[in-house]
């Protein structure tokens, strides 16, 4: 009796060695023949990709001679690293910088706010017309900006506003807001309405339920569409150079376009240099918030 349960417990406690099914390596190996395409597309969309940005980091290195008579891809001999401090100085990048800072900060936090006020108030609240508002509000998504500017430029003009920064942050928010407020109005559809008129029953009112609950509930989405503009506004140049009135408000795609202007002739150290930089600071919010971005933008997506 004891050999015959030790048996068992050994049979029992032996583990099964699954074999290979027949033909299963083949159809992985097809499997991988099939990715083959596949991988070298995305290595050359990599290629086209990273190309010129390694061209522009080692170039913004260089001097001037290297630059025009090396190889794109060549080492610097030298590293050049006062073609940074050239391009701050002396290519008053710097102020450029603090210029975009200004405009882009209130105006991304305007568009913000006030498109999901307008998305909830579209959505969430019920009122008479509320359909007929929301058309008119998309209607402003086919409006090309291209057209307005120069009727813009008249009233801003007999306003006073020309000399300032109010022109641009004033028609960058009211740009970007038609597609803030139908994106904020799509991510407050998916919001199961019970929840606004159990905080009704309570004894919530409109706005405290737009601050503390609304409000909470789309920070994804805030996140998302205040990035989505963020980057609309930051490399904006046809507003910025139709409103720059003075090169002491002049932006950073600005500064960069008239770049070569500073020096005389187009020094490409300075030039790529500062262009580096641009593209280091949209690079680090990026990768900062990308998983929010995703989240935000998935969320749209699934619930939208």
Do not use: C, H
């Not at 060695?17 to 033909?23: A, D, E, I, T, Y």
């Not at 980091?57 to 630059?67: A, R």
């Not at 991304?108 to 008479?128: D, N, S």
């Amino acid at each position: 009796m004891t050999t015959l349960q030790t048996q068992t417990q050994l049979t029992v406690a032996t583990p099964t060695v699954q074999r290979p099914r027949p033909g299963q390596g083949r159809r992985a190996a097809m499997r991988a023949i099939r990715r083959i395409p596949v991988w070298i597309l995305v290595a050359l969309l990599m290629v086209v990709v990273l190309y010129p940005q390694v061209w522009m980091v080692l170039g913004s290195f260089k001097t001037q001679s290297e630059f025009l008579s090396d190889p794109a891809l060549s080492l610097p001999k030298t590293w050049q690293f006062d073609n940074y401090i050239s391009a701050l100085t002396n290519g008053d990048v710097a102020r450029n910088y603090l210029n975009s800072i200004i405009v882009t900060i209130p105006s991304v936090l305007l568009i913000v706010f006030i498109g999901v006020a307008a998305g909830y108030a579209l959505e969430v609240m019920i009122w008479r017309g509320r359909n007929a508002v929301l058309l008119y509000v998309l209607a402003g998504i086919m409006v090309p900006g291209q057209m307005i500017l120069v009727p813009l430029f008249i009233v801003y003009f007999r306003l006073g506003l020309t000399n300032t920064m109010l022109p641009m942050i004033i028609t960058y928010t009211v740009m970007g807001l038609p597609l803030t407020t139908f994106l904020m109005a799509t991510y407050f559809r998916a919001v199961p309405r019970e929840i606004f008129e159990a905080a009704t029953v309570d004894g919530s009112g409109p706005l405290r339920s737009f601050f503390l609950i609304g409000m909470p509930m789309m920070k994804n989405a805030i996140l998302t569409v205040g990035i989505v503009q963020f980057f609309s506004v930051w490399n904006d140049l046809l507003i910025a150079l139709t409103f720059t009135t003075r090169p002491e408000l002049a932006t950073i795609q600005v500064g960069l376009l008239s770049l070569s202007d500073e020096y005389g002739s187009t020094q490409y150290g300075p030039l790529f240099a500062a262009v580096s930089l641009n593209i280091l600071v949209l690079m680090i919010v990026f990768l900062a918030l990308n998983k929010k971005i995703m989240a935000g933008m998935a969320g749209g997506a699934l619930k939208g």
